[in-house]
């Protein structure tokens, strides 16, 4: 697929591909559905009215992130997808987690109190625990509570890249200062 075929731009930095077999592609310009030989644009939401998904904040609104030429921060990249069993699919993007259930798109804060969150790696663990590596660290996310964590020798998690479960259940995260363990 090229700008010839109706890709939004040539530069392609995250591919997904869902259980029914839809290609997810984010480009510079937006979010894109290949599916059934055809490509669709995604519109994604603006701010303005995001209800979140904690369940503890449900009745909020998101109507304070910060903008960038016309698009919502947490909107201006996706790093990284994943399917839950239920069908929904989580994004990791800048600002939080962007999750498409039942043609909709919400936003999840991660009850992150830092503007300038960016979850870069979306795992699912075989217990069906949500691990969240972002650039302020790792997270767990299980039955709707979100958790900060430590790495398992106590030491600060930085920016986290990639997260890897192993066999044994741990969750390894490499990050720009090496591997850590999360128990």
Request: include cysteine; hydrophobic fraction near 40%.
């Amino acid at each position: 697929l090229t700008v010839v075929d109706g890709l939004q731009d040539r530069s392609v930095r995250m591919l997904f591909e869902d259980t029914r077999g839809g290609l997810w592609i984010e480009a510079k310009n937006g979010l894109e559905l290949w599916e059934d030989g055809r490509l669709t644009r995604m519109t994604l939401p603006t701010s303005e009215g995001y209800r979140l998904l904690n369940p503890a904040l449900l009745a909020a609104t998101v109507n304070v992130l910060p903008e960038d030429a016309g698009a919502p921060l947490f909107l201006s990249s996706i790093w990284a997808a994943i399917e839950r069993p239920d069908g929904d699919i989580w994004f990791g993007v800048d600002g939080g987690v962007v999750v498409f259930r039942n043609g909709r798109f919400t936003l999840d804060r991660l009850n992150h109190s830092i503007s300038d969150l960016q979850v870069n790696a979306l795992l699912e663990d075989r217990s069906g625990t949500i691990w969240i590596g972002a650039n302020t660290g790792v997270a767990r996310w299980r039955d709707g509570t979100v958790t900060w964590l430590p790495a398992a020798d106590g030491r600060r998690v930085s920016t986290v890249i990639c997260l890897l479960e192993r066999r044994d259940g741990t969750v390894w995260c490499g990050t720009r200062n090496g591997l850590f363990e999360i128990r």
